[in-house]
Nanobody, 121 residues
Framework: QVQLVESGGGLVQTGGSLRLSCAASGSIFRINTMGWYRQAPGKQRELVAYITSGGTTNYVDSVKGRFTSSRDNAKNTVYLQMNSLKPEDTAVYFC???????????????WGEGTLVTVSS
């Protein structure tokens, strides 16, 4: 079993900052890529950022220069530092972790339950 616990969402004014965290626990043999999606009401889910096991990061164009993803492998945790927030960043943010539970298991994606980020105008 694998559990992902997200935290850090909340209400912030335009231009403010938040840091999201997502910690994985349970049966974990090896973690591969970790990242973040977001979904606003009535909108399609959007990949925001991901970070590979080697530490390479990628971001959707709309957040480049404002968001930074990082990971702490010792804690099985991925972070998303969000600066200069805009109202269009308002969404539920879902973390995901691609991992193998055992050496023989296929790698799978596991999802957090989401944390709401609201940016006021």
């Amino acid at each position: 079993q694998v559990q992902l616990v997200e935290s850090g969402g909340g209400l912030v004014q335009t231009g403010g900052s938040l840091r999201l965290s997502c910690a994985a626990s349970g049966s974990i043999f090896r973690i591969n890529t970790m990242g973040w999606y977001r979904q606003a009401p009535g909108k399609q889910r959007e990949l925001v950022a991901y970070i590979t096991s080697g530490g390479t990061t990628n971001y959707v164009d709309s957040v480049k220069g404002r968001f930074t993803s990082s990971r702490d492998n010792a804690k099985n945790t991925v972070y998303l530092q969000m600066n200069s927030l805009k109202p269009e960043d308002t969404a539920v943010y879902f973390c995901y972790v691609n991992l193998k539970t055992t050496i023989y298991a296929s790698a799978m994606n596991y999802w957090g339950e989401g944390t709401l980020v609201t940016v006021s105008s």
